[in-house]
T-cell receptor, first 111, second 112 residues
Framework: GEDVEQSLFLSVREGDSSVINCTYT??????LYWYKQEPGAGLQLLTY?????DMKQDQRLTVLLNKKDKHLSLRIADTQTGDSAIYFC???????????FGGGTRVLVKP | DARVTQTPRHKVTEMGQEVTMRCQPI?????VFWYRQTMMQGLELLAY????????DSGMPKDRFSAEMPDATLATLKIQPSEPRDSAVYFC??????????FGSGTRLTVV
């Protein structure tokens, strides 16, 4: 079955890099996603990676996927105060293309 | 930019009343998800549709919740009767398989 786990909290200094980690259990995942949620708002799609890739870079965002260990990470370079938010990883599985989310990682960027 | 529109944005209702939440997916999207978000449970998948057909509603309490897509431009989530434990933010998302999904701004439901 699907199970997606994330650490609860990350604190980082402005200008440093942030790394948010995620593990998942379903080996039939087709795509893996990172979403950002700011207070009072919906979820905003940041980036996604196909399960047969191991890395994707998009401006300040780098996604790394270790399919063997079922581990996904999101690196944010030069973290800004506007990056403070909750970050969710999600997997889309082959059966029915169901989308399952982790519990979210709250990122706090300190000046 | 195309948006997923959810109405109402906020709803306060008394226990036992019927609540209907609406979602207008982005035109052309063939997949619609309903999620519920609470502090304790995080994001829970309630139901989802593809080409208007329900695929999975196992996350929904069947005795009081129902989800429908009467046409391609409207998805509804109904709770009857509502209970205080249903208080949450309800999100709708639409998209295509393996292309990411766009979320609406949510309906914040408070049942008193």
């Amino acid at each position: 079955g699907e199970d997606v786990e994330q650490s609860l909290f990350l604190s980082v200094r402005e200008g440093d890099s942030s790394v948010i980690n995620c593990t998942y259990t379903d080996s039939s995942s087709t795509y893996l996603y990172w979403y950002k949620q700011e207070p009072g708002a919906g979820l905003q799609l940041l980036t996604y990676i196909f399960s047969n890739m191991d890395m994707k870079q998009d401006q300040r965002l780098t996604v790394l996927l270790n399919k063997k260990d079922k581990h996904l990470s999101l690196r944010i370079a030069d973290t800004q105060t506007g990056d403070s938010a909750i970050y969710f990883c999600a997997e889309e599985v082959a059966a029915g293309n169901k989308l399952t989310f982790g519990g979210g990682t709250r990122v706090l960027v300190k000046p | 930019d195309a948006r997923v529109t959810q109405t109402p944005r906020h709803k306060v209702t008394e226990m036992g009343q019927e609540v209907t939440m609406r979602c207008q997916p982005i035109l052309g999207h063939n997949t619609v998800f309903w999620y519920r978000q609470t502090m304790m449970q995080g994001l829970e998948l309630l139901a989802y549709f593809r080409n208007r057909a329900p695929l999975d509603d196992s996350g929904m309490p069947k005795d009081r919740f129902s989800a429908e897509m009467p046409d391609a431009t409207l998805a509804t989530l109904k709770i009857q009767p509502s209970e205080p434990r249903d208080s949450a933010v309800y999100f709708c998302a639409s998209g295509f398989i393996n292309h990411g999904y766009t979320f609406g701004s949510g309906t914040r439901l408070t049942v008193v």
